[in-house]
């Protein structure tokens, strides 16, 4: 069983301008393997702690506090000789994505490039393979059917992507003792959780396994934590729990 854990790039809300938006990394024997969402500034963090760009990210819905450093990564990438990053996207997600980016004749001035190429799309549907893990993929419920998609290790993690509570899925698939990295603000508002919420919807045999992020600002953090709950930071690694059971 391979050591794995996540790290904390950032842990913000798009309107959390002091903190960096909500992104993770998934490490495999101390190397980055794949780059959970990549708002705006995300590519910077991940650049001055791995010293490399990403060779593989999931995107999780198209919100721009979640994709907008894929232009940043596009434009890197069509100037250097590496690999095409791999860009692992819900297959729902790929007509936004594409109208977000590639709706346009040309994305360089220097031609040459084809968006969808230059960042190689690998469109998923339940889930996918990457380095020898096989991860999940299930809807969310963030504004509208189909928007928003969680991703998750059964027994080694579950990251909500941006949501309401999802118990139908949490009790269910989440049941391990995994950590969750769970969508949530001090107050809850019609496309995120609140901590309210969060109380109200999910058994508390499983509130020990919530860790919160997507908070508006460090106060808000602070209140979420005098809740009880486990608050990420940007900058925490959280080492994963071996497999229980195979599933
Ligand atoms: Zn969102």
Same mark, same amino acid.
């Given at each position: 069983m391979s050591e794995l854990a996540i790290h904390v790039l950032g842990a913000g809300s798009a309107g959390a301008t002091e903190l960096l938006p909500s992104s993770f990394v998934l490490e495999q024997e101390r190397q980055p393997k794949l780059l959970i969402d990549c708002g705006p500034g995300v590519l910077g963090a991940y650049?001055?702690?791995?010293?490399?760009l990403p060779d593989a990210v999931y995107i999780s819905h198209p919100h721009m506090d @979640?994709? $907008?450093?894929?232009?940043?990564?596009?434009?890197?990438?069509?100037?250097?000789?590496k690999?095409?990053?791999?860009?692992? !996207?819900?297959?729902?997600?790929v007509p936004r994505l594409?109208?977000?980016?590639?709706?346009?004749?040309a994305q360089l001035a220097e031609g040459g490039a084809n968006f969808w190429q230059v960042l190689q799309l690998v469109a998923v549907k339940s889930g996918f393979w990457l380095s020898g893990l096989n991860f999940?993929?299930?809807?969310?419920?963030?504004?509208?059917?189909?928007?928003?998609?969680?991703?998750?290790?059964?027994?080694?993690?579950?990251?909500?992507?941006?949501?309401?509570?999802?118990?139908?899925?949490?009790? @269910?698939? $989440?049941?391990?003792?995994?950590?969750?990295f769970h969508d949530a603000g001090l107050i809850a508002n019609p496309?995120?959780?609140? !901590?309210?919420?969060?109380?109200?919807?999910?058994?508390?045999?499983?509130?020990?396994?919530?860790?919160?992020y997507h908070y508006t600002s460090e106060k808000d953090a602070a209140g979420m934590a005098a809740e009880g709950f486990k608050v990420v930071?940007?900058?925490?690694?959280?080492?994963?729990?071996?497999?229980?059971?195979?599933?």
């Open positions: 650049k001055a702690r791995y010293g490399q @979640h994709v $907008a450093d894929l232009e940043k990564l596009f434009i890197a990438a069509c100037f250097n000789d690999p095409a990053p791999k860009i692992y !996207v819900p297959a729902p997600l594409t109208d977000m980016f590639d709706n346009h004749p999940r993929v299930t809807p969310a419920r963030h504004h509208q059917p189909d928007f928003s998609f969680s991703l998750s290790l059964p027994g080694r993690f579950f990251f909500t992507a941006d949501t309401r509570p999802i118990p139908e899925v949490l009790h @269910h698939l $989440a049941a391990q003792g995994e950590p969750i496309s995120h959780s609140g !901590v309210e919420d969060l109380k109200r919807e999910y058994d508390a045999r499983i509130w020990h396994q919530l860790h919160l930071k940007a900058g925490e690694t959280f080492e994963l729990p071996v497999l229980a059971q195979p599933t």
